[in-house]
């Protein structure tokens, strides 16, 4: 069993920055993917970045790329999301995922959750 705890969300303005992080409770090896997806009121919960551990490939949501940036530091198991940019509709609560093998974009494949962090993003 691996536990995700997300942290670093809350309230900025548009145009700020925010970065999210998710730390994983066992060491991360081999084929694992870690995801960052996001689910508004209302709307279904969809994929943001995500990121290969074994060789660093990273995975962008059109609507995000050029803003967001996903890393990954192996020594603490941690995934961070670096939000730049951020739009109203950046608002959300944002949820780190994490599955084996290859990246993939639909929510089912993934099969550890955080429990999120909301994200608010004032126009």
């Known amino acids: 069993q691996v536990q995700l705890v997300e942290s670093g969300g809350g309230l900025v303005q548009a145009g700020g920055s925010l970065r999210l992080s998710c730390a994983a409770s066992r060491r991360t090896v081999g084929y694992i993917v870690m995801g960052w997806f996001r689910q508004a009121p209302g709307k279904e919960r969809e994929f943001v970045a995500g990121?290969?551990?074994?060789?660093?490939?990273?995975y962008y949501a059109d609507s995000v790329k050029g803003r967001f940036t996903i890393s990954r530091d192996n020594a603490k198991n941690t995934v961070y999301l670096q939000m730049n940019s951020l739009k109203s509709e950046d608002t959300a609560v944002y949820y780190c995922a994490r599955k084996s093998g290859t990246n993939s974009y639909s929510s089912r494949e993934y099969d550890y959750w955080g429990q999120g962090t909301q994200v608010t993003v004032s126009s």
């Open positions: 990121i290969s551990w074994s060789d660093g490939s990273t």
